[in-house]
């Protein structure tokens, strides 16, 4: 792997990671046409760290806050009136987020290897990205709401998650949309969904840290994650906020257009 191809790749990962397009769908027809082929998890997992870093420092300040107030009162499972607040994160949502995140340990486990070796035919990923942009371009019809997340809701929003472990499915396409359906306030449902992702990307990348020590990189290798995992980093970062602002403007399904002609060019003209 070239340092330009690690930078690509990198800027691949930021974008797609929160961006509702599918990372790994992206991943699998971006290595193909880079023709770059990734034998060890090692660069994997230095982009998805910096992945998991840019949303840890966006939700900085509700993550400290939401962890103070857990250990105080970590039953809490009103808070009138708190969630109302402009960024405030209420405490039931860490139990809400460790029920979510039990369909994708279960399916993760599981049948991740399987699943992603199966998709990474081009072709197949590319009707995957197209049936997600289906998904996505229907949230446009959904009716607005302004619910608060529920036990359901989260089991739900989990479940989606679990889904998106196909490539080409999305996990915040595939989260937010479940919000949305279910007529969650738009910016309830992006911050559920990019919250939702930190024990699901940590625990992927810390299952996988075993194989990196067993198999380190090369000194010239090195360079090369750095610079993967800080553009994924940076990118992914401004992808949160952006993401954020169009999602409260009503503009998310936007992405789907992209999804169905992202796929659409996969089969056509990548072989």
């Not at 997992?45 to 300040?61: E, K």
């Not at 399916?107 to 990474?120: P, Q, R, Y």
């Not at 007529?183 to 449902?189: G, H, S, V």
């Not at 299952?207 to 360079?223: C, F, Q, R, W, Y």
Request: glycine share 12%; with cysteine.
């Amino acid at each position: 792997m070239t340092l330009i191809q690690a930078l690509i790749l990198g800027i691949v990962q930021g974008l797609t990671e929160f961006l509702p397009v599918s990372s790994s769908g992206h991943l699998v027809i971006f290595e193909h046409l880079l023709d770059t082929h990734l034998e060890n998890i090692n660069f994997d997992v230095f982009v998805h760290t910096g992945t998991l870093l840019a949303v840890l420092v966006f939700y900085r300040r509700q993550l400290i806050s939401l962890t103070g107030r857990f250990f105080k009162t970590p039953f809490d499972f009103g808070e009138k009136g708190r969630e109302e607040d402009a960024g405030s994160v209420p405490v039931r949502w860490v139990w809400f987020i460790v029920l979510g995140t039990i369909p994708a340990v279960i399916i993760g486990l599981g049948f991740e290897d399987a699943i992603t070796s199966i998709f990474k035919n081009v072709k197949l990923v590319g009707g995957v990205l197209i049936a997600c942009g289906v998904i996505l371009i229907s949230t446009g019809f959904a009716k607005k709401g302004s619910n608060s997340i529920g036990l359901w809701h989260a089991i739900i929003i989990g479940l989606a998650q679990a889904m998106a472990i196909t490539p080409g499915l999305s996990r915040s396409g595939m989260t937010i949309s479940a919000g949305l359906f279910m007529k969650i306030d738009p910016r309830k449902a992006a911050d559920f969904s990019f919250l939702l992702s930190i024990p699901a990307v940590a625990g992927a990348t810390i299952l996988k840290i075993s194989d990196v020590v067993a198999s380190p990189p090369h000194n010239g290798e090195v360079t090369n994650y750095i610079i993967g995992g800080t553009s994924a980093f940076i990118v992914g970062y401004a992808c949160i906020a952006w993401l954020l602002h169009l999602v409260k403007r009503g503009k998310f399904f936007y992405f789907g257009i992209y999804c169905g002609a992202a796929g659409l060019i996969s089969i056509l003209f990548i072989s």
